[in-house]
């Protein structure tokens, strides 16, 4: 049996995961800077992410719902439930004569980005089971 410190905790969870996925795909592409014909990756996960927010919170999409006005009508296909990252080729990039796509001052942005946050989410984390400590203690005291 999972314990669950908190609704967003798992979310937390997972966001790290993803952010520690994307980190690592950053340092590949800048690895690879200088590997010929080489296309640099990256990976979308905000949409994933959103969709366990609104499961979790129950918070409603701001997709507009298909609507069904007759029993025949087919149910609309619930995206949400196949939500997964995305990985994809940044390619916004002029290639070099060599075929390599990488830009070293867009990989290093993107991985300062991420860094922070990853670091934002860490902090929440931490904020998060500070809470869970003090009611622990508080209620030790009574």
């Known amino acids: 049996m999972a314990f669950e410190i908190s609704k967003s905790f798992n979310l937390m969870e997972k966001a790290l995961h993803y952010r520690k996925i994307r980190q690592d795909m950053i340092a590949g592409n800048i690895a690879n800077a200088d590997t010929p014909f080489y296309r640099p990756k990256d990976i979308r996960f ?23 006005t007759a029993p025949g009508h087919l149910k609309p296909k619930n995206e949400t439930d196949a939500l997964k990252p995305v990985v994809f080729y940044r390619d916004g990039h002029l290639a070099r004569n ?12 993107e991985m300062a980005k991420n860094n922070m946050a990853y670091n ?12 869970f400590k ?3 203690d508080s209620s030790r005291n009574i």
């Open 120 to 131: 934002a989410t860490i902090a929440a984390l931490r904020k998060d089971i500070e809470i």
């Open 98 to 109: 060599d075929g390599n796509s990488v830009d070293i001052d867009v990989e290093t942005t």
């Open 46 to 68: 905000e949409d994933a992410l959103e969709s366990e927010v609104q499961k979790t919170f129950g918070k409603k999409s701001k997709k507009l719902e298909l609507a069904v």
């Open 134 to 136: 003090a009611v622990i």
